[in-house]
């Protein structure tokens, strides 16, 4: 077997072509690396840092999703590397902040958790600039406000020229979560290596996958029939008042879109909102009863309404629920009833004949509850040879503990050395764990996810062959939940062909050479460059797909046998009569299309990716934003930090946020909007907003519609109130990140302003003898009011007097014209307009004139208009 040879690698990393591959992109350029589970991203990440450390990077970050996976990192690390092992540190939430620092300083290598190295990055506890390479393990999960995503912008704000290798087995479904998982990481290179592809079949084991389709037995489906026909009296009850769409399949998102439907009729005082909002609660109830009745068994089934029982005593409103009849009969049925679901039966059989086969083997049982995680561990304890337990997240529900981070890390370790070899777990065992020898593993229920899909799945086959088996209960959600999985999961190896052959302004493709010069490859006790090694495995690889291809049978026409010759299809214009004119003809001739050279092309793309990031780019430039410590744990700060502001958490006596001395900003999630309505806090807040800032600004985050029992009206007369009465703009945004760049183009433009008022300020500035030919002015003007005092003076005007004034001085020139009317023009002072807009009777009124006089006025004003 082939090696690979570095300073920084201890001996016994395989060799391996497709990662070499990896490698060397990674080396040239940052990238999204593509690679199915079992094939060695880790490998890849081991030889990326070990030539960083050795080309004198003094920062190296690898985050990954849980503190499992970081211990897991962290131990191959120390086995891999050539390092000092305190040099590779972890850096989780569970070493006080206070240490936290020092161990920054300290580490080369550090593996963390996104949510630390986040949290501190934006605190200023860590220098992000520091990080020459950043790994992202898992990097699918780097989209929307996933810690995962901030980190990604906070290290291309502090280091844009730095490297991101960003490793996954399911990049996404779409190509929006595809484009998102590689622009929060700068990452817009793509590396796609296949399982199909020649350079990777020698390493691929065999995975099996197999689909049971189980059909439920009579007594289930007799449980069924009285719920069903209750949900669906409910049903139509809800669609006849409006609340839900009239649709003949009811699944969850219908549900949700109904409650939302009775808060809204709750908020406009519709009295129908507060029976639907009941209705519709005890629906979603029956719903997940009926869904864990057919697809997870009695058992669970018994333990839910158990558990609602338990609740309704704590003050949970399921009471109403467990008082209907449906509900009474069936609590009253599986009481008397063992398990019948054919599921647990098929995992008892899959596991005790795998581990008869293997006594030394592994299985991996995956489910969505733990009510089924706890059923399965007792199930299977009671056969001889399988040694079952637990693997659950962190998180408490009423008398059901969790399991600790430690608790967790101990349980892996009893797994992998062979203590227990049958671990039960939920989602949190999906992603990362390293078990090269489980050779089974079981999925309870299919999952809506294609990336949690390959996830589990991805827990087998990695070094030896293994089966995958997936139950599904028939005419279920289990079946709706599989089609939509697999659908997906095609979609994104679609999604994957097409980025590769994609070409991007941001996308490099050609790799520095001589980047693998410091690797070679021992093969046999010789040593040869791993490029040239790289090199002559893609050649094999090119010639045996080749000689695949040849072997391939010609495809011929359907109906057609192999060996006979087929013409090629004829041509519209081939089959219409010569004399016979074609459609197509009548089309009026085209103009030939400019041919650019390549230097034009090149200004082409030079002028759209300059325009591109003109238009997308904001720059904070390290400009400060002052908030308020109330925002502290709000997503807020963090986006302001990616964007490239400095963030100083202060306590402002008014406001949220203050972008200058003048600007003042208070900030209003939906839900805070409506109770500083209810309360008389909002208008509070306004007016000292407005009292201690010269340009005040009310920012609303809209989010979604919230049921607070509150009138529309309210809200609108609140918000009319504080537009027209206090002048305060109020500006509408959809969540954090939304505001976050609102802020931030602000801040910008406040900024530019301060800038040219400063700089205006310096030019405009007078000379001294200006200024002295201005204060001698005053004070002439100053000498003329104390010595004539009696005289009218525009500086000792009042409002009205310098309107007076203005009309005298607009109609001056007509009264020295004509002196006989001065005394009419007089008597419209100040009406300016009023004059100019009086017919005769109008003047007479006004003056008592004669009509004469009048018509002489009105000649004489829209004469001197019209010359005008």
């Avoid at 001395?661 to 309505?677: F, G, N, P, V, W």
């Amino acid at each position: 077997m082939a090696h690979v040879l570095h300073p920084i690698l201890r001996e016994g990393v395989e060799a391996r072509a497709y990662q070499l591959r990896s490698l060397e992109r990674i080396l040239s350029y940052s990238t999204l690396m593509v690679m199915p589970t079992g094939f060695g991203k880790t490998a890849v990440e081991w030889m990326t840092m070990a030539e960083f450390i050795r080309k004198g990077a003094s920062k190296i970050v690898l985050i990954a999703p849980t503190t499992g996976l970081v211990a897991q990192q962290h131990s191959m690390a120390v086995e891999r590397l050539n390092l000092e092992a305190q040099q590779i540190i972890t850096y989780t939430g569970d070493t006080p902040p206070e240490r936290r620092k020092a161990l920054w300083e300290e580490g080369t290598i550090v593996m963390a958790t996104p949510q630390v190295i986040r949290n501190d990055a934006m605190s200023g506890a860590i220098d992000l600039a520091e990080v020459e390479l950043l790994i992202m393990d898992e990097a699918h999960h780097a989209t929307g406000n996933h810690a995962y995503a901030q980190v990604g912008q906070l290290y291309q704000r502090s280091n844009p020229k730095g490297r991101v290798l960003a490793a996954t087995a399911s990049p996404g479904s779409t190509m929006r979560h595809i484009t998102e998982v590689k622009t929060n990481l700068n990452a817009h290179n793509l590396d796609l290596s296949k399982r199909s592809e020649a350079l990777m079949q020698p390493y691929d084991v065999d995975m099996d996958i197999h689909t049971h389709r189980l059909d439920l037995p009579e007594t289930i489906l007799d449980l069924l029939a009285p719920l069903r026909a209750h949900f669906d009296d409910e049903v139509v009850h809800l669609q006849r008042l409006g609340f839900l769409a009239p649709k003949e399949y009811i699944g969850t998102k219908d549900i949700e879109k109904a409650q939302l439907s009775a808060s809204r009729a709750i908020q406009q005082r519709d009295v129908r909102g507060y029976d639907a909002a009941r209705r519709v609660a005890d629906l979603r109830r029956m719903n997940i009863l009926m869904n864990l009745l057919q697809t997870q068994g009695t058992s669970i089934a018994r333990s839910f309404l158990n558990r609602a029982e338990e609740e309704g005593r704590s003050g949970r409103k399921t009471n109403r629920m467990l008082a209907l009849p449906v509900i009474h009969q069936l609590r009253l049925a599986l009481n008397d009833l063992d398990e019948l679901h054919p599921k647990t039966s098929v995992v008892e059989r899959l596991v005790r004949k795998e581990l008869e086969s293997k006594p030394n083997g592994k299985v991996l049982i995956f489910t969505e509850y733990r009510d089924t995680v706890q059923e399965l561990v007792g199930l299977l304890s009671q056969h001889e040879g399988i040694l079952p337990d637990v693997f659950i997240g962190q998180s408490s529900r009423g008398s059901k503990k969790g399991m600790t981070q430690k608790q967790q890390l101990a349980q892996l370790e009893r797994f992998r050395s062979g203590e227990i070899n049958t671990l039960v777990a939920t989602s949190v065992g999906e992603e990362g764990l390293d078990v090269p020898s489980a050779d089974l593993v079981v999925l309870y229920e299919p999952v809506p996810s294609a990336v949690r899909a390959i996830q589990r799945r991805g827990r087998t086959a990695r070094q030896r062959a293994g089966s995958v088996h997936v139950l599904i209960a028939n005419d279920t959600r289990d079946a709706y939940v599989h089609r939509a999985s697999e659908r997906q999961e095609e979609n994104m190896h679609r999604l994957m062909s097409r980025l590769v052959n994609r070409r991007t302004l941001l996308q490099e493709t050609e790799v520095t050479p001589h980047i693998m010069d410091a690797f070679s490859i021992d093969e046999a006790g010789q040593h040869h460059p791993a490029k040239a090694y790289l090199e002559r495995a893609e050649k094999n690889a090119q010639q045996q797909e080749k000689k695949m291809e040849e072997t391939l049978p010609t495809p011929t026409r359907k109906g057609a046998q192999p060996s006979e010759r087929v013409a090629a299809p004829l041509r519209p214009e081939q089959r219409r009569a010569k004399t016979q004119t074609g459609l197509f003809q009548f089309e009026s001739p085209e103009p030939a299309t400019p041919v650019l050279n390549a230097e034009e092309v090149n200004i082409v793309l030079n002028a759209a990716e300059e325009e591109i990031q003109s238009l997308n780019t904001i720059d904070g430039d390290g400009h400060t934003i002052y908030i308020d410590h109330r925002e502290a744990n709000s997503t807020l700060p963090g986006y302001l930090n990616g964007l490239g502001f400095s963030t100083a958490l202060t306590q402002l006596p008014w406001g949220d946020v203050r972008l200058s001395e003048r600007t003042l900003i208070e900030r209003k999630t939906a839900r805070d909007l409506l109770d500083s309505i209810k309360n008389g806090r909002l208008l509070r807040q306004c007016r000292g907003l407005k009292a201690h800032a010269r340009r005040p600004l009310l920012l609303i985050e809209t989010g979604g519609p919230y049921g607070y029992g509150l009138h529309p009206n309210a809200v609108l007369g609140a918000l009319a109130h504080i537009t027209l009465d206090l002048g305060i703009p109020v500006m509408m945004v959809q969540d954090a990140e939304e505001a976050a760049h609102f802020l931030a183009v602000a801040a910008q433009r406040e900024h530019d302003a301060l800038e040219r008022l400063h700089s205006f300020a310096e030019t405009s500035a007078l000379s001294e003898e200006q200024i002295e030919e201005a204060v001698l002015s005053t004070q002439h003007e100053l000498n003329r009011l104390h010595d004539e005092e009696d005289e009218p003076h525009p500086w000792l005007d009042d409002r009205l007097g310098h309107l007076h004034r203005c009309f005298n001085h607009v109609m001056q020139p007509l009264v020295d014209e004509r002196k006989d009317m001065e005394e009419v023009i007089a008597s419209f002072s100040p009406d300016l307009g009023g004059l100019f807009a009086a017919n005769v009777e109008r003047v007479v009124a006004q003056t008592g004139c004669k009509d004469a006089v009048a018509k002489d006025l009105v000649s004489l004003l829209h004469g001197s208009l019209t010359n005008q």
